[in-house]
């Protein structure tokens, strides 16, 4: 009985923000420096496409990539948690709600490293976009391409 219960409590939950025009996609929990102009436009990307965003303003992102354990050796601009997975960087929101779909096992997240020009938050004008690959890795070390991009278009 009490499982019912809550399953429909979800159920309405769920009805009454999808009535209300609320987004479906998990919370994105992003830590960035607030004078950072592509973080922003990363930040803008991920809302177009959808996510909820708590934007955590920060001297340093350090200390939640750290707790998130995303390598060093990936790092870019900013550091991002979405339904137990850990963001590095200019991910494209198609990547993320990949991953979220798929739930590879062992990943614990997605990184972009470096700012490649093109990819969300990274547009300049004129210039042309690079191709770049999104990066899934594991608590072990383990490295591999999730996807690739040019600009913002999978390739």
Do not use: K
Not at 51 to 73: C, H, K, Q, T, Y
Not at 98 to 111: D, F, H, K, S, T
């Amino acid at each position: 009985m009490r499982r019912r219960l809550l399953l429909a409590a979800l159920a309405a939950t769920g009805a009454a923000g999808a009535a209300s025009g609320q987004s479906t996609q998990p919370l994105l929990r992003v830590w960035r420096d607030p004078n950072c102009g592509c973080c922003t436009g990363w930040v803008d990307h991920m809302r177009a496409a959808g996510f909820r965003v708590e934007d955590n303003l920060v001297a340093s992102p350090a200390p939640a990539r750290r707790m998130l354990g995303i390598p060093s050796d990936l790092l870019s601009c900013h550091a991002a948690a979405v339904d137990g997975y850990a963001l590095e960087g200019h991910v494209p929101a198609q990547a993320v709600r990949r991953l979220l779909a798929e739930r590879p096992a062992g990943v614990r997240g997605l990184a972009v490293p470096a700012m490649p020009t093109g990819s969300p938050g990274m547009e300049v004008p004129d210039e042309p976009d690079d191709t770049y690959d999104v990066v899934a890795f594991d608590g072990g070390g383990g490295r591999s391409v999730f996807m690739r991009f040019q600009g913002s278009r999978a390739v």
